[in-house]
């Protein structure tokens, strides 16, 4: 008999991919969800997940739950989290009791029911600034932007008056979360990886860059970038970007993370291992918005750029995939050119929720963009 997978948040963008996937190539599948409103409103289960696959409509902070969803189970991708930078920075207890705590039920549960192999969904976001060199080729990692500086609209890093170019992120670069979310992504992969080490569970960390595809919520403002800006533009309004938009990230395919996740699955060379999984590219984010205007025909509709800063924001971070690539075998296939085709047939059918201004009003009254 083929091998169970259980698949926490399974029911949300990526977990729901890798179900779909998983099915093709013959597992078994479980999946737990809590169906949370600012994820799915009120369309509950994905209507196209295959009939096969077992849904558990749950909570990863239930222990019965968890426990219920985890029998007969042979390995797991812990996907369930809160996601969101900014709106983490608030609602802090809701973040930490989602990402932190449920990730505690989970590792609690599995040393009870220990599996053959965990995969945990970590993030970017642990580093928080990327890597940066100097014009004389010295790396340079600073840990944050100076405040005053963001006021005035300068929003590159310096190293003595210099202004320092980003380059691709490795998995050694020093961490240094910056906003709640990003700390709790961090406390997931490192407990994972040491419960995993303590209990003799072999465990995954995935650090996912910026993650598109169909199937994303249109109704949630605070992650997604393309998403968002789908949103907006599909509601006959400009894109909103922050600070200049010159700002760079890595925007990788869905598809291109569920093969990084089969990899990791079947290949012991990721036991106790961290990768990143990107696409290895880069883009400015004011590219990333016209190329987005472009394939949803709608070049008319220039971004608005506001020059605001949201506290817990990086300037620069893209991934290094060598380390994936030279392990697993890692080769992501998906260009964006192809990758936002898809994703322009996908948004035809789709209404989408434009909630951007509701984000941005209650970022600004708690002081939290400059």
Known sequence: MSDCILITGGAGFIGSHLAVRLVREGYRVKVID????????????????????????????????????????????????????????????????????????????????PVKKLIIASSMSVYGEGCYRDSRGNIRCPAERNSDMLRAGLFELYHDQEELQPMPTPENKALSPSSIYALSKFDQERMGLMIGAAYAIPTTALRFFNIYGPYQSLSNPYTGVLAIFSSRLLNGRPPLIFEDGRQRRDFVSVHDVCEACLLALESDQSDGEVFNIGSGNNYSIAEIAAKVAD?????????QIIGEYRVGDVRHCFADIGKARDLLGYRPRVSLADGLEELAQWLQSQQAVDRVEIMRRELSSRGLSL
């Open 34 to 113: 809590s169906l949370a409103e600012q994820v799915h409103g009120q369309t509950g289960w994905p209507p196209y997940l295959p009939e096969s696959v077992e849904k558990v409509h749950g909570d990863i902070r239930n222990f019965g739950q968890v426990r219920e969803a985890l029998q007969g189970v042979d390995a797991v991708f812990h996907f369930a989290a809160a996601v969101g930078v900014g709106q983490s920075m608030y609602k802090i207890n809701h973040y930490t009791d989602v990402n932190n705590r449920g990730t505690a039920v989970l590792l609690e549960s599995l040393t009870k029911q």
């Open 295 to 303: 394939v949803l025909a709608c070049p008319d509709v220039p971004p």
